[in-house]
Each structure stands twice: as structure tokens, then as C-alpha cells.
């Protein structure tokens, strides 16, 4: 009979947030999840920055607004938080993985947001959190820029999981990341741009297409006065386009606009491999002898802080008087190579060997003084 892959239920969640009301916008998501869960869902998806709200504003007059921007750093979330506890009960109540767009407040810095995926799974946990890695042209003068540290896929009892952000889907090598992990489950998070209707279209069926993979794509809406008019609601149109897709291309549910609904889609990972068959570009159809992806995971600090060396323990416990007698003793060895190089009359060799015995009586000379 052979091994049997997962089946599972995943959701696509469209809504409009409460944007710049942080609590009131975990409200609406706890309901969502809810619901969500009684329909039978294990995967729920969210859109970018659902919470409080992605920020229009940046291609209006308002893009240098420092007072916007502080009233969204106000309302946006910290990992680990109050808020970050309240969706991990509402993911623990649906007993489902939710994935949750954001804009995180650093904790660090205490003045930069990150576009930012939250991982959260049946126990309430969050597990991961993906940073969007480049904010897009106005963007920039909203949030920071992450790393290589998040871009993972995580392996869960619905099988390998893994997502990106809004544009990010045109980051070839970071997409090319995610397949390399062996993703078979994408969640793919947009905003509410009605513009981008062919772009999220076909950038996530070719992500199905080409990865052999589903693709959850959350979409976010705008619902008449949900945006501000001082926040551009007046100039934009509702948007969406949320959809799940086959590891095919082909649709399994939506694509849907314009309005707020929730949309469900069986995953059948055996799809996934027969779409392998033909084509796996991580696998079988990947030349690394020719083409390599090389993936800087580390997080690199903003500062290092170096302290003075300690003196009384310079060399693996040694004191300051061993480590003279040690130096000491190379030096009557580098003496005696002199002795020798000078009969042979080798004077770079000498020369090079002297200031090497020089280096060490200052050396000698620093621990004595020290001590």
C-alpha cells in the first residue's frame, strides 16, 4: 500500500482589518479563526500586514508623514506579546496553524517596523516568523529590510510549509530558497491594490506551476469605509483576489474580489508529487553541477561590543609567568635556527627570524608589566 501523504483543509482569509486599531483588528481576526476552525479548517491564512493594516499611504501625499507612521508603529505588534498570546489562543481554540500578516514593531531598535509573516501553530506557539526581505519602492519609507536568517520552510504534521510576501514573488532566488527546502504548502500574502489583479494571478499560479506546490494567496479588501479617506479610501477600489491553487496551476478555489469571504480548498499532497514526475526543479531537474544558490542564513548584528582581553588567564587558564616561560622557550629555539641560518649565510631568513624574537621580548615585556 505504501506511505500515505496528508490530506488537510486550508483557508484563504479576505477581510478588511480595523486599520491603525490594533485590538479591534485581533478581535476580527480571533472571529475569523473561529470560524474558520468550525468549517474544518488546519491552515488559515491571512493578508500582508492585516494587523493594523497595510499602509496605504505610502504612494499618497502622505508618504513622509512621521505622524502616520508613529500612529502605526502604536498598533502594530511585538513578538512575543499580548497580542501574539490572543491569536495564539484563537489558533489553539480552531485547533489550526495560522498564519498572520503584521507589521512588527522592533524590539530592538524601538523605531523600525518589518512587513512581517507570523507562524503560529494548533498549540497556540508561534513557530516562525518571515520578514518581508525587500520592502518595495515606497515601502522602504515604511518598513525595514530582513534577512536570511527566517527564510525557511517549516516541517509540520501537514507537510512542509513555508511563504512570502507580496513582491517577494518576484525574488527568483528567494523563491528558488523555498523550493529547495522541499516546500509543498506556500502561503502567498497580498494587499489590497485592485491594480495587481493579473500580477497576483499569474505570479502565484506559476509559483504553483513551477514549484509543484499549493499556494494559499490571501488577498486583502477594502470594504466601503473601512480606509479612511485621509488614508486614501476614497482613490482606491476594494481589490482582493485570493485563491488556492493545485500544485498544477489550476485554481482548487476563487479566485474571489471585492468583497470579504473566507474560501476552503482540500490539500491533497499526493498532487504535489505526481507534478514532480516531470518537473522538480529542486530535484531531478536542478544542475547544481552548473547552477548553485548559496543562502546567507545568518542574522548579522548592528554592533559588536569587544571587551579587553583578561591578562591572568591569556592562554587557556595559563598565568601570566607560564605564558613568559613559553614564549621564552620559543625564543631560545628561534635563537638557535639564527645560529644556524647565519653559518649558511641566509640574511632574509635571519632577518625575518629576528623580528620574530623581537615580537616576542615585547610580548614577555607587556606580561611582566601587566602583572
Known sequence: MGDMLPKFTAA??????????????????????????????????FPETWVPGYPFWHSSPEVF???TFADLWKNSV???????????????QANAYVVMGINERDTVSRGTLFNTQLYIDP????????????????ERTIWGM???????????PLGRIGGLICWEH?????KYALYAQGEQVHCAMWPAYAGQKNHIDFGTRQYAFEGACFVISSCGVITKGSLPKSLGGEALRPGGGSGIIGPDGEYLAGPIYDKEETIYAE????????????????????????????????RKPIATFATTPQLEEPLGGATAEEVVDRLEAVREYLGSLIERIESDGDSEVNAALAEAL??????AAGMWSSK
Not at 490572543?86 to 489553539?92: C, F, K, P, T
Not at 530582513?146 to 509540520?156: A, F, I, P, R
Open 12 to 45: 484563504a482569509v479576505q477581510a478588511a482589518p480595523v486599520f491603525l486599531d490594533r485590538e479591534a483588528t485581533i478581535d476580527k481576526a480571533c472571529e475569523l479563526i473561529a470560524e474558520a476552525g468550525k468549517a474544518g479548517a488546519d491552515l488559515i491564512v
Open 65 to 67: 508623514s512621521a505622524s
Open 78 to 92: 511585538e513578538i512575543p506579546s499580548a497580542s501574539t498570546a490572543r491569536l495564539g489562543q484563537a489558533a489553539q
Open 123 to 138: 498549540a497556540g506557539e508561534v513557530i516562525h516568523r518571515h520578514r518581508k526581505l525587500m520592502p518595495t519602492f515606497t
Open 146 to 156: 530582513g534577512d536570511g536568517s527566517d527564510l525557511q520552510v517549516l516541517d509540520t
Open 170 to 174: 518576484e525574488m527568483t532566488l528567494a
Open 267 to 298: 490539500i491533497d499532497l499526493e498532487m504535489a508529487i505526481r507534478e514532480k514526475h516531470s518537473h522538480d526543479i529542486a530535484g531531478h531537474y536542478a544542475r547544481p553541477d552548473v547552477l548553485q544558490l548559496l543562502v546567507h542564513a545568518e
Open 358 to 363: 623581537a615580537s616576542i621580548d615585547m610580548a
